[in-house]
């Protein structure tokens, strides 16, 4: 067996123990005789794992008391409605920033259900950072919330500080570096993420929501929606994703055995900065995004002659390094190096990029 370094933006690689521990549990769970696939949800033993995932969860991110953790269906990108019907009244508004592809999608859908205000924008400079709040149109007081996409998958943008809501609810779309560092949960009103980027398979959606939030959705929001109901009903008020609450909960121990996510950050800021620094040094490569915006976990790049990416994605391909190939919508190169992502692979990877400097540039 081989397996290779997957750079994929998502579904993306898992840690290998994970899915070690999980084959090896594929048949028989603990002595239970069945996979976690064939268990009732409401069982002990699948309560047991539902319940430990929570609680290593909380743990890792230190998440308050007063705040609800769910683990829901739909991906992140059902959030983009689930978030205005659940605090949008009607005839409300809310604040939005738009950074790219995602935040854009998320504004798109927030239209449907209420006034929605673009209060900072980096279309100006095709999505290739982060604008500073100081540039900012005032937070309105009477937004029913302010919403940013805190990792912008696609551009490889990411915000490296918390924007300041000034007393209106904070919410974020985690999606793609939630656990990839820590994070301050009492700033937000709402966090979101699908689970295929840093948390487990896809069919998971986490989302933490500030108690004191629940019980404002609209009238005509779908029962399953309402965070209010899934908070009461522990996310099971229809059948929840098992096997992917059960593959997270696999990758909330292993994110606990690395050190917890002090320690993964580190990591994380040594892996990247291996890639930076050649992008940074090269007059072959170029990052687009501005340096002080960069995303550790989605690092997009071009080559100086776009005729050579076929032979670049070939020869990755042939070294084992695979899924580099950027996004539909903006070319190039992207390689995403989240928590699973070991050292090794992002050297390997710039070790053949600069092979490959040498004998094209
Ligand atoms: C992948 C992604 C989404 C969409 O997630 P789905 O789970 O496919 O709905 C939304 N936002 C961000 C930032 C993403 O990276």
Known sequence: M???????????AL?????????????????????VMEMSHRGKEFVSIAERAEADLRELLAVPDDYAVL???????????AVPLNLMPAGGSADYVDTGQWSGKAIKEAKRYGNVRVVASSKDRNYSYAPAQDTWQPI????????????ETIGGVEFHWV????????????SSHILAGPIDVSKYGVIYAGAQKNIGPAGLTLVIVRKDLLGRARGDTPTLLDYKVQTEAQSMSNTPPTY???????????????????????????????????????AFYHSPVRREDRSLMNVPFTLADEGLDDAFLKGAKERGLVQLKGHRSVGGMRASIYNAMPIEGVQRL????????????
């Open 244 to 282: 992917a609450i059960y593959i997270a909960g696999l990758v909330f121990e292993w994110l606990k055995e690395q050190g917890g996510l002090d320690a993964i950050a580190a990591h994380n800021r040594r892996k990247a900065a291996l890639l930076y620094d050649l992008l940074d040094a090269s």
């Open 140 to 151: 309105d007081p009477k937004a029913a919330y302010v919403h940013y996409t805190s990792n």
């Open 163 to 174: 924007p300041e809501a000034g007393g209106v609810p904070l919410v974020a779309d985690m």
């Open 71 to 81: 683990f829901l269906q739909g991906g992140a990108t059902l959030q983009f409605s």
């Open 350 to 361: 710039v070790d053949y990029m600069r092979e490959f400097e040498k004998e094209r540039a």
């Open 15 to 35: 840690p290998e123990p994970v899915l070690r521990q999980a084959a090896a549990e594929m048949l028989d769970w603990r002595g239970s005789g069945m996979s």
């Open 2 to 12: 081989t397996r290779v370094f997957n750079f994929s933006a998502g579904p993306a």
